[in-house]
Structures are given as structure tokens and as C-alpha cells.
């Protein structure tokens, strides 16, 4: 669907792009190695979307929610401690989903059984001083 290379200067269009195509799921997938840029993009897609709160990473608490102004709601979640799907059921993790509200999943591998509906997602991948970005739509 989407495939791009860029360097961190040109984040933002990357954000740019998904944001064009958020409408066909409200779930995005980020896979990608440590260090790849999956929180900073997130950062910058929620900012894009009118979060004016600080982006953290929800490392420890597995989930963190934004709220906008007239009351839409992100959820951003960091899975890479989970270690068995069972922990996502106590979390809620299903009924995140089936919020409607956008949900923005780092290292979701583990999840993926669970998503039975339309996702983006977005594979990241380190070469030297860019990042190529691969876009496609699974799911439904």
C-alpha cells in the first residue's frame, strides 16, 4: 500500500502519509526493532491529530490514553513486555479495540491473534541513517 524510505528529518511526512489512510482502520500496528522510531512516530502522529498533552512511551503501564479537545480518545500501548496473549485479557486489551477509538500498537506480534478486525500496519526497518517504512492493510 505504502512504502517509503526516509531519514528522522522526514518523520513527519512518514505521519503524514499514514494519517492519510487512519480512516481505513482504527487500529495501527508498529513493528520494528529497539531503536527504530516506533515512539517517536507515534509522538508525532498524536500531535498531528491535536494531542497538545506530552507523548510518553506507556513501556510500564502498558497503555496510555489521549484525549482532545470535543472528547476523542487515542490509545497508545507498548506490548514489548508482555510474554503470554493471556496478559492482554487483563488489561482489556479486546475491549480497546472494539472502542472505535484509534489505537496505536507498538510491538503488537503477540497481540495479533486477537485482531479480528481491519489494521494497519507499519513495519520499520534500520539501514544505516534511514528507516524503510512499509505500509499495508491486514485483517477483514
Known amino acids: ?65 489521549y484525549r482532545i479537545e470535543g472528547g476523542q480518545v487515542f490509545y497508545h500501548f507498548d506490548l514489548y513486555r508482555i510474554r503470554h496473549i493471556d ?17 496505536l500498537v507498538e510491538w503488537p506480534e503477540i497481540a495479533e491473534p486477537l485482531i479480528h478486525d481491519k489494521a494497519l500496519k507499519l513495519k520499520i526497518v534500520h539501514q544505516e541513517d534511514e528507516r524503510l517504512y512499509d505500509l499495508s492493510i491486514i485483517g477483514d
Open 1 to 65: 500500500m505504502y512504502s517509503h524510505r526516509a531519514n528522522l528529518q522526514q518523520v513527519p511526512e512518514i505521519a503524514d502519509n499514514i494519517l492519510k489512510h487512519i480512516s481505513k482502520a482504527n487500529i495501527l500496528l508498529l513493528e520494528g526493532d529497539l531503536g527504530t522510531g516506533k515512539t517517536t512516530l507515534v509522538k508525532i502522529i498524536l500531535k498531528k491529530l491535536g494531542v497538545n498533552s506530552e507523548v510518553t512511551s506507556p513501556t510500564f503501564n502498558l497503555v496510555n490514553e
Open 87 to 103: 496478559e492482554l485479557e487483563e488489561i482489556g486489551f479486546r475491549e480497546y479495540l472494539d472502542s472505535g477509538n484509534l489505537c
